[in-house]
């Protein structure tokens, strides 16, 4: 049989699902080895979000995992756009993308579909505060759909090529993002030593104002000399907001616009607090999309985070790529040490914000907690009724899990399933990258020699959303064990990181950094030539390699 037949005995149908309903595709069956899927004419321009469906005659039989090993399909399976696009179908035929845009997507239920998902919901989602109460509200990206070429599965009998996300090929990432909130003087300086010493770089906020609560809040207004050190350093800086407090609305847009770069290299923004220009702000005070994206451009920002973490990092729990370190069954045992009352205090919070991650508990959960303490702590009585009302419904659905928790507790967080770690999003008309953190603010337990050794067997990643300088000591695993002595146990955690950045088995990128090597993947093209032989068709500066 030659190889034309055979792929058209492979393919059953393609299908484009949007908004608007399910389209059924007709392909080219004369391309020898490859399936082209002309989408030009499916004004896709309408829509934030469409897949591409694929069903197969036969079975996928494997699937290549984030960690560049095959896993099989009795399991879902995801792959991003960092990680490859690759099956084998039960014939032995590899099948790989053309291009690395979009999410495949196999449900272990129905191995003969492939899903091709162009952002799908929570697949890069980001967090808005709108209306008085700054409620919380997660919302998919605005995305362009602009591809090199029109996407295409490769039909291959011998060697795919995958790509590899980090610059050492086929290595761990660890990439820590660092928030100023308790910065001081006298801290960043130790901090600025300590990461010297392990040979670590972070990418550190700063306050480029001094107007904050705190007199000794430290800010590139007071402290240019030591911030500037950290940049000659290596270390990226990064806008977090402006300054640490709030000014007035027009104080704080005036800052905003107006402000300089105290460097031209500046690109990252953490959004902080409730400032009105913030990303998951400046809507609600109804400033146009245009001015607030010709504001960025003019600052030379290209690349913003704005309150989404995959999850809060523990034992076992450190990889973003891992969907598995995302369940409930996974940080219960990441917390087995702590006493019951405050595990259980730790998974009601979990449950409510990673698991449900739902808009409406979230205000329920928030307001059980303001009348629980204005009733008891400032004997309010007219807060036992809304009290009882929102404890109600937040303990219905939380019995709903522990019913359910066989199946409850293997179920990936919402806000991590699709692995979202770095997304673009247009506010008007260019668009701009979002970054997704994992929160990590226990540096003993999620920098420990295991959770390290098992980030590198996985070829894993995270981008961590810090508080190096947090003093307060309900903060277990902080940094500071006094304010001018580095923890022993973190430091010995951080000295065995930097071990193995230096022995390359980790690549520890600022952010920035880390936009641009991925921003390649947008760009990389794959085809396949006469013989099935598959090669990267235009010129990249991404790592790759052949397998089987």
Not at 76 to 96: E, H, M, R, T
Not at 205 to 233: C, I, M, V, Y
Not at 392 to 420: D, E, G, M, N, T
Request: hydrophobic fraction near 40%.
């Amino acid at each position: 049989m030659n190889t034309i037949s055979q792929i058209r005995k492979l393919i059953q149908s393609v299908s484009v699902i949007t908004p608007l309903g399910k389209k059924e595709i007709v392909f080219d069956e004369n391309q020898k080895h490859k399936m082209s899927i002309d989408i030009g004419n499916l004004n896709l321009s309408n829509f934030n979000a469409f897949d591409i469906e694929i069903v197969f005659t036969i079975p996928i039989s494997k699937f290549r995992n984030h960690d560049y090993t095959w896993i099989t399909c009795p399991v879902d399976c995801v792959a991003n756009q960092y990680s490859p696009k690759i099956i084998q179908l039960s014939n032995g035929f590899f099948v790989q993308a053309n291009i690395t845009n979009g999410i495949w997507e196999v449900n272990k239920n129905n191995a003969r579909v492939l899903l091709w998902r162009f952002n799908p919901e929570m697949s890069s989602p980001m967090a808005l505060y709108l209306g008085s109460k700054y409620e919380k509200v997660i919302v998919q990206t605005e995305q362009n759909f602009n591809f090199k070429e029109h996407p295409a599965l490769l039909f291959i009998s011998n060697e795919a090529i995958e790509i590899s996300r980090s610059k050492i090929p086929f290595s761990a990432i660890a990439v820590f993002t660092d928030h100023c909130d308790f910065d001081t003087a006298l801290n960043i300086a130790l901090q600025r030593t300590f990461f010297k010493e392990n040979a670590i770089k972070i990418s550190k906020g700063f306050f480029l104002n001094h107007f904050s609560k705190r007199p000794d809040n430290a800010s590139f207004q007071n402290d240019a000399e030591e911030l500037t050190k950290w940049k000659e350093d290596g270390h990226e800086l990064c806008y977090h907001s402006l300054s640490q407090s709030i000014k007035s609305e027009k104080d704080s847009f005036d800052d905003f616009y107006c402000f300089v770069p105290p460097f031209t290299d500046v690109e990252t923004w953490i959004d902080h607090g409730y400032q009105p220009y913030n990303l998951s702000l400046f809507q609600n005070r109804k400033v146009a999309n245009k001015v607030y994206e010709d504001a960025l451009q003019q600052k030379n920002i290209r690349t913003l985070w704005n309150y989404i973490d995959s999850g809060t990092a523990t034992s076992g729990v450190i990889n973003q790529l891992n969907v598995q370190h995302f369940t409930l069954s996974r940080f219960l045992i990441g917390n087995k040490d702590l006493y019951l009352i405050k595990r259980m205090q730790l998974m009601i919070k979990n449950i409510i914000f990673h698991y449900y991650n739902d808009d409406a508990l979230l205000l329920q959960y928030k307001s059980t907690a303001t009348h629980f303490k204005k009733l008891f702590f400032q004997k309010k009585a007219g807060s036992l009724l809304p009290l009882l009302k929102n404890a109600f419904k937040l303990s219905a659905a939380i019995l709903y899990v522990f019913i359910f928790w066989k199946r409850s507790k293997i179920k990936p967080y919402k806000l991590a399933k699709y692995q979202p770690i770095l997304f673009k999003h247009r506010i008007f008309e260019k668009e701009f990258y979002i970054f997704q953190t994992l929160e990590m603010v226990d540096f003993k337990k999620a920098l420990s020699k295991k959770n390290i050794d098992d980030l590198i067997e996985e070829k894993g990643m995270f981008i961590a959303h810090t508080y190096f300088s947090v003093p307060m000591s309900y903060h277990k695993g902080r940094m500071f064990a006094t304010p001018n002595t580095i923890d022993t146990v973190v430091a010995g955690n951080f000295n065995y990181l930097g071990a193995k950045i230096v022995n390359n088995e980790i690549w520890n990128p600022t952010l920035s950094e880390l936009v641009e090597y991925w921003s390649n993947f947008d760009t990389v093209v794959l085809d396949i030539d006469l013989n099935g032989v598959v090669f990267v068709k235009n010129k990249t500066d991404l790592n790759y390699r052949k397998v089987k």
